[in-house]
């Protein structure tokens, strides 16, 4: 049996436009992304440069409109560019998606002067963008936040600290939720943030298991003062944007997922048909051609059910329920994917001369951030059987 070199995932897309669109992605992966990713994901280095790029190529802002220099690309088609490009590095992939989630507030909820001003520069100008919800004591329980913001003439004053931000010290702008009144999520606003205000800084990223190239950061808020006109929304309103704003995430790292367990099929199925033991491929033994094919039905899922969401969200139809479903499906196939790929490699899957133990390394992140897998069953469980009773 030869070798089986991975073949390109056969796409269902609504267009030519679309398909035009993933053939220049794929392009880009293969080129600027690939032959680098292990080198710099080993020594935690952040490619700023493939940022840089993929701005200019038009690929951060997808799904947003074209007035403000998006893409008005459905949320079927930008999932499945976030994908192809996390199969070729998590970094950039989840880099692409956190960026789209940093834009979402202003893009939904700022005003026609707000958009006009802010959204060019931060859809196709080079930006980076970073979402600053999670606090050191508030994740999960992301209404309790401490980070404040006080009234001071015609300006607002942040003071507080972040945790976990994605982009945290290199970011151009923090879409930030902070407390402007009372407890709970009804005293909560949004806000744009430069990334060089004065008083903000951040700290040194995190020390990672995986994902050493995406910089993971606490960011402090020391009297960044910013004018009224960067509030985003109503007073208050804050805690509502930034639940709508990870409805659409989930879904981001839901195709993430997706790409990073085809990726780590990809490599098993390679291996194993290329590997010699008892004079033949073991891709020939019964009990690796199950793992294999139980690996490929399960993402095939997940990606069928990404999309479906996606899909609902592009008719303009309630879809929360079933990103948290695909959040959870999809993140937790990519752990037992990476998983079972480092067990078809066998010793070599446990080694860095091989990408399967990165892939399962990265894998674990993605069950936790925008909402931890445990969160996801709450959500998914207030669909079906309405709020927990106290």
Known sequence: ????????????????????????????????????????????????EVFTLLSESGLLGLPYDSEYGGGDQPYEVYLQVLEELAAARLTVGLGVSVHTLSSYALAAYGTKEQQVEHLPAMLGGGLLGAYCLSEPSSGSDAASLRTKAVREGADWVITGTKAWITHGGIADFYTVMARTGEAGPRGITAFLVPGDAAGLSGAAPEKKMGMKGSPTALVHFDGVRVPDDRRIGDEGQGFAIALASLDSGRLGIAACAVGLAQAALDEAVAYATGRQQFGRPIADFQGLRFMLADMATQIEAGRALYLAAARLRDAGRP???????????????????????????????????????????????LQIVEGTNQIQRMVIARHLAGPETR
């Open 1 to 48: 049996m030869p070798d089986r070199a991975p073949q390109p995932v056969d796409r269902q897309l609504p267009t030519d436009e679309a398909r035009d669109l993933i053939s220049l992605v794929r392009d880009i992966a293969q080129r600027e992304i690939v032959p680098k990713a292990a080198e710099e994901e080993d020594a935690g280095r952040f490619p700023r």
């Open 319 to 365: 879809f929360a329920k079933q990103a948290a479903m695909a959040k959870l499906h999809c993140t937790d196939t990519a752990m037992k994917v990476t998983t079972d790929a480092v067990q078809v490699l066998g010793g070599y899957g446990y080694t860095a001369d091989f990408p399967a133990e990165r892939y399962m390394r990265e894998a674990k992140v």
